[in-house]
């Protein structure tokens, strides 16, 4: 490094499971790099610490083939991922390679799901998965007695189930091994450039300085990638997205800046259950604890993070009807959590207008995409390429010179 007054040579800015699978990418690739990790738990940004663990690339991004393929992509590098961070942490983390299941309820939403799935076919070439019968979905989770109303399931091999946290400590314990630091209760207050090689990052604990920002702050990345987008000329096309003009009230949705919002999801917690799930259930997905955690809704309500009973309760009803002995059951717990949602749901990864130093990352299923963020993203990061699926995943589809 010739620049020897920088503290660090990379600082990552959040240390939710985006921050750290970006971390865990760079330094491996150089274990002489000096890299930061900032966080502090903020009550906004909690979605790495809620989430179910699902690895879930069925069913989705029929507009965007290669947002599909980079989940399978990432599905597909999982085991060894884990096997490398077991390696270096020593921490065993319970993961179901084994699928993953979609139950549907009635004949029309069968059928209706059953043609979502050919046309992904159709637009992806090959698709590991299809719809199956309610006796093969049966035959799959013989433990589990459905309710009437379930038809059957669509089904995808590629999909599976990961302990969530255990991945999140993990990632800690082998960065820490690595040589990375992790700056735990360090509340970051702003970045600044200093010049478009050199940043300056205000935190609780007094200013860093870094060549390379990496945002993974969540839904605070908004605020600190502003000052980039101060340059009205950056963005010449922002408008409003389609399904955003019924939501107005969702205050977290802005003109000017990053093009993220939040996305509520709120979950219930059933008591421990003898276990009966070896294949994930989309909505109703057993732990490797054994309680269920029910839920799977999106909901656009600003920044409003609170559990709204009435909301959880349909959670609960539609999952009484694909599994009903749930009934039978206490509810421990429940808890709200905020996606950071891009505008147009794909995953932003982009250097920022005129900062090619800054990468900015923002996306859902984050955790079923941390296998090809530790592995592509650092190569970006450092300024290299993006991976052939992700190449389009940068803010220029928003109008940004970047
Ligand atoms: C209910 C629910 C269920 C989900 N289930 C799944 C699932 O099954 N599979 C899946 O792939 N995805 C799932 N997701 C989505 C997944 O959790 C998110 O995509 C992921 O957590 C995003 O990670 P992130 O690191 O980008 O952001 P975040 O999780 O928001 O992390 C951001 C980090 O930045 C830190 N931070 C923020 N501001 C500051 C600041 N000022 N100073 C210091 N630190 C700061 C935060 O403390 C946090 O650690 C689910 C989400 C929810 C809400």
Wanted: proline fraction near 5%.
């Amino acid at each position: 490094m010739q620049n020897n007054h920088k503290e660090y040579d990379v600082v990552v800015v959040g240390g939710g499971i985006s921050g750290l699978a970006v971390a865990y990418g760079l330094c491996k690739n150089n274990e002489k790099l000096r890299l930061a990790i900032i966080d502090s738990p903020t009550e906004l940004n909690k979605a790495s610490r809620t989430n179910v663990g699902l690895l879930w690339c069925q069913s989705k991004f029929l507009d965007v083939p290669d947002f599909a393929r980079w989940g399978f992509l990432s599905c597909k590098h999982f085991p060894e991922l884990l096997q490398e961070l077991k390696e270096i942490s020593k921490i065993e983390i319970p993961v179901n390679f084994t699928g993953g299941l979609i139950p549907t309820l009635g004949e029309a939403e069968f059928t209706q799901r059953g043609d979502y799935i050919q046309k992904l076919k159709t637009a992806l070439g090959a698709y590991p998965g299809s719809m199956i019968s309610r006796s093969e979905l049966e035959s799959k989770l013989p433990k589990i007695k459905f309710g009437e109303e379930v038809t059957g399931a669509a089904w995808c091999e590629e999909d599976g189930v990961v302990e969530p946290l255990l991945l999140f400590r993990a990632y800690r314990s082998a960065l820490k091994k690595m040589g990375a630091t992790i700056l735990e209760d360090s509340m970051v207050y702003d970045v600044q450039a200093k010049d478009n090689n050199a940043y300056k990052v205000m935190t609780s604990r007094g200013e860093i300085t870094c060549e390379r920002l990496v945002l993974a702050a969540g839904l605070a990345n908004r605020r600190f990638a502003s000052f980039a987008f101060n340059d009205s000329d950056n963005a010449t096309n922002l408008d409003m997205p389609h399904n955003l003009h019924d939501n107005l009230y969702d205050v977290s949705y802005n003109h000017g800046g990053l093009p993220i919002f939040a996305d509520k999801g709120q979950v219930l917690l059933t008591e421990r259950l003898p276990f009966v799930m070896p294949i994930p259930l989309l909505g109703c997905t057993q732990t490797f604890g054994g309680t269920v955690i029910i839920g799977f809704k999106h909901e656009t309500r600003g920044h409003d993070a609170t559990v709204v009973p009435e909301a959880v309760s349909q959670e609960g009803a539609w999952a009484l009807r694909v599994w009903p002995e749930l009934a039978q059951k206490r509810i421990i717990r429940s808890w709200p959590g905020l996606r950071v949602m891009p505008n147009d749901k794909v995953a932003i990864y982009s250097h920022l207008p005129n900062h090619p130093h800054v990468t900015v990352i923002n996306t859902h299923s984050a955790v079923t995409l941390a296998a090809v963020h530790s592995r592509y993203l650092p190569e970006y990061i450092m300024g290299g390429d993006l991976h052939e699926c992700a190449e389009n995943m940068t803010l220029k589809r928003f109008g940004f010179a970047c």
